[in-house]
């Protein structure tokens, strides 16, 4: 990408560098726990599961994310899918960045439901990897479908 | 998109549905004007031109839009592209939704910076059209470039 | 799409509209069968399953399918892969066409390859679908990942 | 990509890494010429134009190219348009590989016609470039509109 990481970021780079290793990789319990990216805390999003290659999120949609249909805002339908596909992609270790990503709008959410974001790992090759991540209502009903590229920038390729 | 439109939305989708007319339809003054949406008015997005086909939106990055890696999230880039591209295709007259939308992020954007969104009619047909927006610096450095494929779900196909 | 489709092809779409029904649906023997598509044929594309919703295909890479790199060209790839959606989106009845695609090449395939492409619904709502598509050598590694967006332009949604 | 390119290519990819020089190379004249790629060539795709981050290929559809609707396969409306994917991001000197391509049906086109594909660079950085093709009918009307995103593997990036 090209990335150009700001300076004084090695310690939030090494957290995550570290695949958030413990308890909460595949082995802990399944609590749900607020998110260390300021972003993703500033919305109140909260991890629910994290493992090798997957992870799933929850974010309530609230007045302020919605949009002149009075649905959710796709951009914060798609950031909670990327934040998903985030988590999913560094699980493994290396320090690894979004190239790109796919979403397909497939039904509105509203203010006041919780959406689910569920990504899993379809492919590694080299330093890239493809995820998909689907993210629900409640009910089950799919929102969106999004498919994200990611690229290693550190470590070695796993 | 089956998009079912919550009750109570009917004032929003009119005000939508007029196409922005008046005076920043094409002529206007190309002044800065907070949005109407609430996501976006609420992330302090500005509108800083409209026109048939295109628009062009920005919003500074605050320090509640970084990552872990303590730059904007991918979500929120996405976030401003995709209000571009939803005041672009929305700027003829029928209310029109995303149905889907392709983002490849080009170069990582610090907080305190502003974004600009760019966003151009690429083709219409029927129902449908194609939509380009590049998100870049002030400086004009690409931070992302986006396609998104709209479809009119209210009036005639313009 | 504001498809147009030409005169006389009422008999083609009349045969794709029976959605490919008897034996082959689901509960014939998975034996492989030559494609009815002109296009798919003359590639000598066979069809390897069939069923609600998925299709799984397989095509051999010729040297008049290589590129200037000597590798499969990722054209032929996503040509089999889109075969493979074009099938499964199909397989319910209307008559469905592409909206759109999105592909990730992941390893080049050599000349005298047989490629497999497998093609799954991920989910349909109203007259639109989203399928995936790997397309897999001989051994199962990956050589692309594809998503496909559909639209049905006939008969009842299913 | 992990593109392990097969042995015995070393001619190819040297006619490919010098990157098309002479007259053809944004001075010559606008001739229709043959493409090198065997894939291409044995389709009868021509090279209209090329230059720095361009270029522009032609193919006829024929009846060997239609799909159970009798139109074009999308497969290879694709195809013209990845290959001036390829050609355009290659035209700059290194090896430079499909990562990933997004692709909106606009129209069909019918057998026998002539297909125009016009390739743009959009943005580079890095090793890694975003390019735009539009696929024309000869009468101008859309056919495709193709976004790839490419990746240099050779060479310093330019």
């Known amino acids: 990408m090209g990335v150009r990481l700001p300076g004084g970021q090695a310690r939030r780079r090494r957290r995550l560098g570290r695949a958030r290793p413990g308890p909460h990789l595949d082995r802990g319990p399944r609590v749900s726990r607020p998110t260390e990216d300021p972003a993703c805390r500033a919305l109140g999003i909260t991890l629910e599961d994290l493992g090798p290659g997957r992870a799933r999120l929850r974010m309530r949609i609230t007045d302020a994310m919605v949009n002149l249909h009075g649905v959710a805002h796709g951009g914060y339908v798609f950031l909670l899918a990327d934040a998903a596909f985030a988590y999913a992609c560094n699980s493994r270790g290396p320090v690894t960045l979004a ?5 397909t709008f497939v039904r509105p959410a509203a203010p006041g439901e919780d959406l689910l974001a569920e990504a899993e790992e379809r492919v590694r090759y080299g330093r890239h990897g493809v995820y998909d991540v ?5 009910g089950g009903e799919v929102v969106a479908e999004f ?4 690229v290693a920038v550190s470590g070695r390729p796993s």
């Open 134 to 138: 689907t993210v629900r209502r409640p």
């Open 147 to 150: 498919r994200g590229q990611s």
């Open 99 to 103: 190239h790109s990503a796919q979403v």
